[in-house]
């Protein structure tokens, strides 16, 4: 079985200052992490993906995240956050090996303040 | 290039009444995916579709809902009769296939149905 957690339901930040969400996920075999934003009465956007290669992959809009095997995480990262990233940040997984199921974590919902 | 396509946008219905929504993806992507998102939850897969052929419809329940992609292009998902708990907003995606680089899946703005 696969899952994903989001620890993090609600994650505040000041304008300028760095930007991040967290992730951790569960998977037999290995891991395709995916990071997605969805703003009020819209579908998910693809920021970034974590496929093999890099442990840090970068996305759109000036996030990142790292792969962190020994933790099973993939974090997702901004170095200055702007208002406009506020929004719902939803992190996914498949198990790459066996399934083509991608399973969503509950999403985060980002407030990035003036 | 045109994105994922989805109609009606809201729906607002009577329990036990019957619905469907419809979704036209990118053009070339072959798989097609149908989502539910519960407010407050993360999407959940219906089902899959890779070309005509369903990949996977673990999650569907199947005693209400049905779907579709004949022709390997549009689709749509139906339920009948529908409940108050199917209250969501439903997804589409697709991706250009199944497995590497080529399955990022692209997502519509979703129709927001509400069952009372």
């Known amino acids: 079985a696969q899952s994903v957690a989001q620890p993090e339901d609600q994650v505040n930040v000041a304008e300028g200052n760095p930007l991040t969400v967290k992730c951790t996920y569960s998977v037999s075999g290995n891991p395709y992490l995916f990071w997605y934003v969805q703003y009020p009465n819209r579908g998910l956007q693809f920021l970034l993906k974590y496929i093999t290669g890099d442990n840090l992959v970068k996305g759109s809009y000036g996030f990142e995240a790292e792969f962190n095997k020994s933790q099973t995480s993939f974090h997702l990262k901004k170095p200055s956050a702007l208002v406009s990233d506020s929004a719902l940040y939803f992190c996914a997984v498949r198990d790459g090996t066996n399934d083509y199921k991608l399973s969503f974590g509950a999403g985060t919902t980002v407030t990035v303040r003036a | 290039e045109a994105g994922v396509a989805q109609s009606p946008r809201y729906k607002i219905i009577e329990k036990r009444q019957s619905v469907a929504f419809w979704c036209n993806p990118i053009?070339?992507?072959?798989?097609l995916y149908w989502y539910q998102q519960i407010l407050g939850q993360g999407p959940k897969l219906l089902i899959q579709f890779q070309n005509n052929g369903v990949v996977d419809d673990s999650q569907l329940p199947k005693d209400r809902f049905s779907a579709e992609r004949l022709k390997g292009v549009d689709s749509t998902l139906k339920i009948q009769p529908a409940k108050l708990e199917d209250s969501a907003v439903y997804l589409c995606?697709?991706?250009?296939?199944?497995?590497?680089?080529?399955?990022?899946?692209?997502f519509g703005p979703g129709t927001r149905l509400l069952v009372l």
């Open positions: 995606a697709s991706s250009l296939e199944l497995g590497g680089n080529q399955e990022t899946q692209y």
């Open positions: 053009s070339g992507h072959a798989t």
